[in-house]
């Protein structure tokens, strides 16, 4: 069974940087697209970030220009680097795969445990 694994959270303050790594364990035939998620109380889970499998990204206007979204292929990595951080960027963070299985010919989702991100003003 696949498992990711996050780390680098944390409290900063805003203005600061993290940079958050997300490491996948298990036998895995190839990667498509890697991606952040974050979910603060009360609101819904929102996409961070995407990238492709040849690298392409694409972010909401949230985060753009201050997040930037990478991969490891090697060592099965996602990370994302976040600057000039706002108080509003709070967050539990969870990383996403999309894993080809090529014995069901399809995409699976696999999840992060989710990491705390603490911005203070």
């Known amino acids: 069974q696949v498992q990711l694994v996050e780390s680098g959270g944390g409290l900063v303050q805003a203005g600061g940087s993290l940079r958050l790594s997300c490491a996948a364990s298990g036998s895995i035939f190839g990667i498509n697209i890697m991606g952040w998620y974050r979910q603060a109380p009360g609101k819904q889970r929102e996409l961070v970030a995407i990238i492709t499998s040849t690298g392409g990204t694409n972010y909401p206007d949230s985060v753009k220009g201050r997040f930037a979204i990478s991969r490891d292929n090697g060592k099965k990595t996602v990370y994302l680097q976040m600057n000039s951080l706002k108080p509003e960027d709070a967050a539990v963070y969870y990383c996403?795969?999309?894993?080809?299985?090529?014995?069901?010919?399809?995409?699976?989702?696999?999840w992060g445990q989710g990491i705390q991100v603490t911005v203070s003003s």
């Open positions: 996403n795969f999309k894993i080809w299985e090529p014995h069901e010919g399809v995409y699976n989702d696999a």
